[in-house]
């Protein structure tokens, strides 16, 4: 089962467009974190978002954490060919009062045309 | 560039063989989690090490098993390899406490045949 569903799996757009990518889930977690990986690679962390209803900005890419802290929203404004990747989001939970693991969603794979 | 190393990068191994990766976590952080990326996937949990003792466990076999040195680096073992054991398998090192990020190798790629 998986926990977080991403949206769309596969998004195939032209350099300048803009994109938004979906994270949503039924749990509740304490941090929200977004990664993007590039083939055969780790994946590096973008962001943390922390609180109910919190925006982050990176450059062109603004993070959002939903209010209830179930779902956030990646979105990039004007895109370009190095945006290119695997794009996860991963929820924090604490279980058992004392481990902190990730559930990643299946990830988005963003291609970027130029 | 995160400071977390794995090695090696890439392996080859047959069924039933077994195998140990291994991970050195970025200095300062004293907690290293172990996760699987079957292609197509995003990566799933297999533990977590916390000053050597394991603080967690995903849905995994006891077939993977690990361990955490003093140092905090750690090793990943699977024994009794199997063709589905092909994977990405990822090591994030971290510290503990709340709104813990999480910063991974590059990952080692193991193929079973």
């Known amino acids: 089962t998986q926990l977080l569903e991403q949206s769309p799996q596969f998004l195939s757009i032209q350099e300048g467009e803009n994109l938004t990518v979906y994270c949503n889930s039924s749990s509740v977690f304490s941090s929200l974190q977004w990664y993007r990986q590039e083939p055969g690679e780790g994946p590096v962390l973008l962001v943390t978002?922390?609180?109910?209803?919190e925006v982050k900005k990176l450059k062109r890419l603004t993070f959002q954490f939903g209010d209830a802290r179930k779902d956030s929203s990646l979105h990039i404004t004007a895109a370009q060919p190095g945006d290119t990747g695997l794009y996860l989001c991963a929820g924090e939970k604490v279980s058992g009062g004392s481990n902190y693991k990730l559930t990643f969603g299946k990830g988005t794979l963003l291609t970027v045309n130029p | 560039e995160t400071g977390v190393t794995q090695s090696p990068t890439h392996l080859i191994k047959t069924r039933g063989q077994q195998v140990t990766l291994r991970c050195s976590s970025q200095?300062?952080?004293?907690?290293v989690s172990w996760y699987q990326q079957a292609l197509g996937q995003g990566p799933q949990f297999i533990f977590q090490?916390?000053?050597?003792?394991?603080?967690g466990r995903g849905n995994f076999p006891p077939r993977f098993s690990g361990l955490q040195f003093p140092n905090y680096s750690s090793e990943l073992n699977v024994n009794a390899l199997e063709l589905d054991d092909s994977a990405l398998y990822l090591c994030a090192s971290s510290t503990k406490g709340g709104n813990t990020e999480a910063f991974f190798g590059q990952g080692t790629r193991l193929t079973v045949v």
């Open positions: 090490y916390y000053r050597e003792e394991e603080n």
């Open positions: 200095s300062g952080h004293n907690t």
């Open positions: 978002v922390v609180t109910g209803g």
